[in-house]
C-alpha cells in the first residue's frame, strides 16, 4: 500500500542504526481523513463539545448559580479524583490505546452538566453536583491524557507550536459557544442565576460530543505530513508500563523543573471566575465576562503558536521568547488586578447584592481584565504543552508527561477550589495565585536552559532505549536458542 525509503540509507528495522522511514501518504478523500490536521480538528471538536462546556459552565462563576458553595465543593471533587487517576492515566493510554481512552473520557461531562440542571431545579441535590463532579474527574483524567498524547504525537517537531493552537483554538471555541449560549438565554436577565434553558442547551452538545471519538481514525494508521509514521504505544505488561513511568523520570529529571508551572495551570481559574466574575458581576455581565474570556483564548494561542513554531529562530530562542512573554503577561495582569481585589472583599460583595451590570460606567475596564486573563491563560497553557513536546518524540512518553501534567495542575486546582469553599479571604487567593504562577516560571527557566535543544535526539528518548535494549536482548536469545537448536 505505501511504499517507503530511507531518509539516511541503511536498514530501518535495526535500532542502532539513525535512519528514518518515509512512507507514502494516502491519497484523495481517503488522504484528507487521514491528514493530521483533519484528525487534531476532530479532536478539537471533542473537546470543544466536552472540556469546551465544562469551561463555559466554570466560567460563569458557581456553575450559573446565586451560590458558588456547591460548585465550589464539586468543582474540587473534580480536580481531586482528577489528579488521582491522571497520574496514571498515561500508562492506561498506553495500555489500551489512545482512541479508546478518549471515548472514556468523554463520559462524563454529560453527567456533570446535568447535575447543574437538577440542582436548578430540585434546590437540595447539591450532593449529586458533588458526586457528578468527582466521577468526572476519574472520566476527564483520561480523556486529556489520550489528547495529549495524540495532540503531540501527529505533528512533526516544526508543526508542535501550530497544531497546539489549532487545537487549542477550536477548544475554546466551544467555551465561546457555551458562553454565547448562556448570554443569550440571559441578555434581559439581571439577577445572580442562569435559567433551566442554559443547561439543556450545554447539556445537548456534551451529549454530542462522545461520539466523535468512535468517529476518528486509528493512531497506528497514521503518517506524518513528513511521511514519518506515528510511533504507536508497544503494548507492554502492566508490570512493565508502571516500570516506564519510573523510567521516564529517571532517564529525564528535568520535567521535575516543570511541576510548579503544571501546579500553576488551572490554580489561577478559581479567583478568575468565583472570587473575580462571580463575586462583582450580575449574570448578564458574568456571561459576557465568560465569552470574552474564552474568545480572547483564540487569539492567544494564535499568538504565541506562531513564535514557537517561527522558521526564523532556532527552538532554544523560541523556548526563552515564549517563557519572557509569560513573565510580562503575568505581571501585567495581577498588577492590574490588585487594584481591583483590594477594593473589596467575601463581606462587602454578599451573595445577595446589587452586583456590576454591562452598563455600569466601570464594567468596560473590568472586562478588559478578563480578556488579558483569557490571553495568559492560553498562552500559559500552550507554552507548557510545546515544552512538554519539544522533550520528546516518544507517544509513549509525552502520555506519561501529559499524565503528569494534568494530575499535577489537578492537584492544585483541587486545593484552591477547597480553600474558595470554605471562605479563605479573597485577598489571600489572589496572592496565593500570583506567588505560584511566578514560582512556575521561575522554575521553568533552568529547565529551558539546560534541557530544550534545537531537535530532539535519541538520548533524550529513555522509553525508546528501554525497548531497543529489550529488543535486543530477545533478539539475541533468539539467535542462541537456534545456535543450540542447529
Not at 487521514?34 to 466536552?50: K, N, S, W
Not at 493510554?93 to 473520557?105: D, M, P, W, Y
Not at 434546590?123 to 466521577?135: K, N
Not at 458581576?281 to 514557537?308: C, E
Amino acid at each position: 500500500m505505501s511504499s517507503s525509503v530511507d531518509e539516511k540509507g541503511g536498514d530501518s528495522n535495526n535500532p542502532d542504526n539513525d535512519s528514518v522511514s518515509v512512507y507514502e501518504r494516502p491519497k484523495g478523500l481517503r488522504g484528507v481523513y487521514y491528514h493530521p490536521i483533519t484528525q487534531i480538528v476532530m479532536l478539537a471538536f471533542v473537546c470543544f463539545l466536552c472540556p469546551g462546556m465544562f469551561n463555559a459552565l466554570t466560567g460563569l462563576g458557581g456553575g450559573g448559580q446565586v451560590n458558588p458553595t456547591t460548585s465550589a465543593n464539586s468543582t474540587c471533587a473534580v480536580y481531586a479524583t482528577y489528579a488521582f487517576f491522571a497520574f496514571f492515566s498515561g500508562t492506561v493510554n498506553n495500555k489500551i490505546g489512545a482512541k479508546r481512552t478518549l471515548l472514556f473520557g468523554t463520559l462524563g461531562y454529560a453527567l456533570y452538566v446535568g447535575s447543574y440542571l437538577a440542582i436548578n431545579i430540585h434546590p437540595g441535590a447539591g450532593w449529586f453536583v458533588v458526586t457528578s463532579g468527582a466521577l468526572l474527574g476519574v472520566t476527564a483524567a483520561f480523556l486529556w491524557t489520550a489528547q495529549g498524547a495524540l495532540m503531540l504525537s501527529y505533528c512533526t517537531e516544526a508543526q508542535k507550536g501550530i497544531f497546539i493552537s489549532i487545537f487549542w483554538a477550536i477548544f475554546n471555541l466551544g467555551a465561546v459557544v457555551g458562553a454565547a449560549v448562556s448570554f443569550g438565554q440571559n441578555i434581559h436577565s439581571t439577577n445572580n442565576s442562569v435559567s433551566n434553558g442554559t443547561y439543556i442547551g450545554i447539556l445537548i452538545l456534551t451529549i454530542l460530543g462522545v461520539s466523535i471519538p468512535l468517529l476518528m481514525a486509528d493512531p497506528d494508521k497514521m503518517i506524518r505530513t513528513d511521511g514519518t509514521r506515528v510511533v504507536m504505544p508497544r503494548l507492554p505488561s502492566w508490570k512493565s508500563e508502571f516500570h516506564g513511568l519510573w523510567v521516564a523520570i529517571i532517564t529525564d529529571p528535568m520535567i521535575l523543573l516543570l511541576f510548579p508551572m503544571f501546579f500553576a495551570s488551572n490554580y489561577f481559574y478559581t479567583w478568575q471566575f468565583n472570587d473575580y466574575n462571580s463575586a462583582l458581576f450580575n449574570i448578564r455581565a458574568r456571561s459576557l465576562n465568560n465569552f470574552m474570556y474564552w474568545l480572547s483564548q483564540i487569539i492567544g494561542s494564535g499568538m504565541i503558536g506562531v513564535i514557537l513554531d517561527s522558521k526564523r529562530l532556532r527552538r532554544r530562542v523560541r523556548a526563552f521568547t515564549g517563557w519572557g512573554i509569560l513573565l510580562a503577561m503575568t505581571f501585567t495582569v495581577h498588577i492590574w488586578a490588585y487594584f481591583y481585589q483590594r477594593t473589596y472583599t467575601r463581606a462587602s460583595v454578599p451573595l445577595d447584592s446589587q452586583k456590576m451590570d454591562i452598563y455600569n460606567a466601570e464594567y468596560p475596564a473590568h472586562v478588559w481584565l478578563m480578556i488579558f486573563y483569557g490571553l495568559l491563560d492560553a498562552m500559559w497553557q500552550t507554552t507548557s504543552f510545546w515544552l512538554i513536546g519539544a522533550m520528546s518524540n516518544d507517544t509513549n512518553k509525552l502520555a506519561i508527561y501529559s499524565g503528569f501534567y494534568h494530575s499535577i495542575q489537578s492537584a492544585g486546582a483541587a486545593g484552591v477550589w477547597r480553600m474558595d469553599a470554605i471562605g479563605l479571604p479573597y485577598m489571600n487567593i489572589f496572592l496565593s495565585t500570583w506567588c505560584l504562577v511566578v514560582a512556575g516560571l521561575v522554575f521553568a527557566f533552568p529547565m529551558i536552559y539546560l534541557r530544550i535543544r534545537d531537535t530532539t535526539v535519541l538520548e533524550d528518548e529513555g522509553l525508546i532505549q528501554r525497548d531497543q535494549e529489550i529488543n535486543n536482548m530477545k533478539a539475541k536469545g533468539m539467535i542462541e536458542g537456534g545456535n543450540e537448536i542447529s
